[in-house]
């Protein structure tokens, strides 16, 4: 019986050929990733999503025709693409755009000078449900797309979020304050002398209150409703 894993599968979006010819060179060179299918806008992205149903979507954010932000709002908002992550690709780590695409649904971003061994290692963990973005540049971009009224906006969330924030227990609420970390389930196990296998349960209980997709998303959430500042 054959053992093989089936390669995880990637889409890549850029306006750029000459950038996506280099990721997929470097994705393809791993036995455990393909590219799927490229696209040079926000439009023929989705459409390539929807046909080839991939596990990861490389998402530019400045693109023709239709722009990255809005392209992953509808790939994360689509019920038959409920399995594909996206990251998003910024050309600098203080593009407030990047926060937009979270809200949007991505499951992180990079820039696109990445180290080749960090694009495939962010590729495989967000497919697992990890995350794929520094705390700190979480918050400096919360920082930059909130301006002033940020602190007054964490110190009254809306009724909406107040309500999912109550669903969680204060083990919980403890376990998205270590989330907001960007430790993984390890290193928050290791903390609060608690195992690996615990913690896990615990996040996915967190996710799944907060109606959230990954832990990402759960970080953005934190801030925005004042638990993390």
Known sequence: MSTEQTPLRILLADDQAL????FAMVIDSQPDLRVVDQAGNGQDALTAARVHRPDVVLMDIRMPVMDGLEATRLITE???????????????DTDEYALQALRAGAAGFLLKDVKPETLLDSIRTVTTGGAVIAPTTTRRL???????????????PDVHQQGKLDRLTNRE??????????????????????????????????????EVRDRVQAVVFAYETGLVY
Not at 78 to 92: K, M, S
Not at 142 to 156: C, E, K, P, V
């Open 78 to 92: 689509d019920p038959t693409l409920g399995a594909t992550r996206v990251i998003v690709l910024t050309t600098f």
């Open 19 to 22: 950038l996506r010819a280099g």
């Open 142 to 156: 919360l920082d930059a797309t909130l301006g002033s009224g940020a602190q007054a906006r964490r110190r009254t």
């Open 173 to 210: 609420q403890e376990i998205l304050l270590e989330l907001a970390t960007g430790d993984s389930n390890g290193e928050i196990a290791a903390r609060l002398f608690l195992s690996e296998a615990t913690i896990k349960t615990h996040v996915g209980q967190v996710l799944a209150k907060l």
